[in-house]
């Protein structure tokens, strides 16, 4: 079975050109290539390049990502109503207010009043179990644009409620996917390795155990790429942070190419 030679895409042997990306295949047979031709490593910008096409042909990748990125936002917002996370200039406006006065150095503070430290506690407490929360669900949304990736570039049929219904069959696995993930990205050096541990969970239906393991190993032997990618993704973030009014939504991009170029990795790195 032949590949292509630009996108690694798997074509009949009568094809002269890829379905996926248009570049010709060579005939292997007149050229004297064996059929069994395995396509060379592909670098950075052949993964990137992949992802984009792909993207370009199935727009619909972003919407699990960008919903999530509502949804997060909508959560903040209610959060922000009703469970005041500012912490300390929140208590101390509200305890300390008007009454007073301006705090100066030669002033020096007041006596803290009753309460006060038990309520910060409180809140600090409330606001870190919202973040982790939120980072879950959040992580639900990134499941689901995995799954859907993955189907548009095995050129399966793409549905935004399929992929709904396949994070509902595996909630509980994913919830503790995503809190391990979160423990992994802690460590902010394995950043990369708990994305690609979200990508082969999802690419390969596989337990947690076995993913981080064969994240970990996809991680180490293409190290160079995967660095590459990372990097892209970090300055391709701050960039789309800037984009006035949209900003929020824009820093979805960014991601959502991230993953579907891991997961041409991952299956380029299969062959």
């Known amino acids: 079975m032949p590949f292509c030679p630009s996108c690694g895409k798997e074509a009949p042997e009568e094809a002269t050109f890829c379905r996926r990306c248009g570049e010709r295949i060579p005939d292997l047979k007149a050229e004297g290539v064996g059929m069994e031709w395995t396509p060379p490593r592909r670098g950075l910008v052949n993964h990137v390049g992949a992802a984009l096409s792909l993207l370009r042909a199935k727009p619909i990748i972003f919407v699990p990502e960008v919903a999530g990125v509502i949804v997060s936002m909508a959560l903040t917002r209610l959060w922000g109503l009703v469970g005041r996370p500012t912490g ?36 600090m407490i409330g606001g870190f179990l919202f973040l982790i929360v939120l980072d879950i669900v959040s992580k639900l949304f990134t499941f689901a644009t995995i799954d859907i990736a993955r189907d548009a570039y095995l050129e399966n049929d793409v549905d935004l409620g399929r992929s709904a219904g396949y994070v509902r069959s595996r909630i509980g696995l994913f919830i503790v996917a995503a809190f391990v993930g979160l423990l992994v990205q802690a460590t902010f050096v394995l950043i990369p390795l708990s994305i690609l541990f979200f990508v082969v969970l999802v690419v390969e239906d596989t337990g947690i155990r076995e993913s981080l393991s064969k994240g970990f190993k996809l991680g180490i032997e293409n190290f160079g790429t995967v660095t590459g990618l990372m990097a892209l993704w970090i300055i391709s973030y701050i960039l789309f942070d800037m984009a006035p009014y949209v900003s929020e939504v824009a820093r979805a991009i960014p991601g959502v190419i991230l993953y579907v170029a891991l997961i041409d990795l991952h299956y380029q790195s299969e062959r």
């Open 88 to 123: 300390m200039l929140d208590l101390w406006d509200e305890y300390l207010g008007r009454d007073w006065g301006v705090i100066t150095v030669a002033d020096g503070y007041p006596d803290i009043p009753p309460g006060f430290l038990g309520t910060l506690f409180q809140y």
